[in-house]
């Protein structure tokens, strides 16, 4: 028998398939106006922060809220209250966030005679929400036996938690007219990247586990070694110029600690799952390996060729993050919730292929203009299958494996 399950909750998954298609669609606005020369007024760098927001606040994080939610009662723990408001809310302040950042970014807009970072201030409104689940999975999970799906669990909300300390920093720092650039970039990073590196990945490994039903010290292992390096990987994004020689050590060693443990926890769960969570596992050690080389290459930095920190972060968040979630999806909604998600994967590993084009990995001799066109067109594909998996007409509880 399914687990029972409230409908907000339920329908959670098809709110944020529609919040990723809209991300996606500025995505791929970004990559048309990249080739054409021509954002309709905009300014590029903060569509890129539209999209990537959206991704962030409305697709991943209130999806992984619900598929938590929907796991959590199997693994010992009780049935979270309120979690399907909790998500709904999620879902109204991640859009309510979008239009400050595609038309300001990180700047502050300009209102009458007063100048307010409305985009951060909205983003400050989404930290509440998650401080309200990672409260509210607190309470259901005591009691709970310990088990690795757990342990990732609870440290992938530790370190949500963690991110928003430079949430919270940005708008001090505004509103005080502090402009230290130095410190800027490393809240910003603080934020987004132990937000991606501890949340999101952590927490979609935590659904991986709790899917393969298994344990090992070879996974607890990996889960130590990446969570000890995931506090002091933020730094790798930063401009070199602006990190001190100590944090730069620091970063370098975290971000191995990171890539190894991620690598031993992918072997370790590898066996017990299959299909799209294999993929999703693939492309997790491909990103893991890149942070390695990151951190033991002398003189290599994300920040030196950009073009490779933009496949990196598509690896981990578009690659394992996104497709993790859509085989959790698949497990917890059943087939009708993912309807297309094969068509979803290799529009992924399209997109994934396309920005390799713009690496030096790519020939110089096959460049030119049609390069960027091609990334651009290659960018609608996810938008198609998202949107077709978002218009299923079936969408029943399905009995989680235990």
Known sequence: ??????????????GALALFVLAALTGAFFRFATAHGGALGLDLTNVRHAHSHLMYFGWATPALFALIARRLPRLGGRPIPRAGLVVGVTFGLALL????FLLYGYTPARIGTAELPLSVMAAGFNVLTWYAFAGLYRRARRGAPPSLPLRLFDLALCFLV????????????????????????ALTHVFLDVFSEGWFVL??????????????????WGVALAAAGVPFTFALGMPAALVPPLFAVLSRVGGVLVGA????VAAALWPGLRGLWRLALGLLALKALGQVAVGVVPGAAWTAVPSFRI????????????LGLVAAARAAWGEGATRGRRLLAAAVLVVLGSLLTLTPLWP?????????ELVAWCALL???????MAAARTLTPHPVPS
């Open 1 to 14: 028998m399914a687990m029972p399950e409230s409908p907000p909750l339920r329908w959670a998954w098809r």
């Open 97 to 100: 966030s979008y239009p400050p």
């Open 162 to 185: 963690l991110a928003t300390l430079g949430a919270w920093g940005l708008p001090v720092l505004l509103l005080t007219g502090s402009e230290s650039p130095a410190l800027m970039s």
């Open 203 to 220: 927490g979609v490994l935590g659904l991986a586990a709790a899917e393969a039903g298994r344990d090992s010290r070879l996974a607890r």
């Open 261 to 264: 443990g991620l690598v031993l």
């Open 311 to 322: 496949l990196y972060l598509h690896l981990m968040l578009l690659g394992f993050v996104t």
């Open 364 to 372: 110089a001799a096959w460049g030119g203009a049609w390069v960027a």
């Open 382 to 388: 996810p938008v198609l299958a998202a949107g077709w």
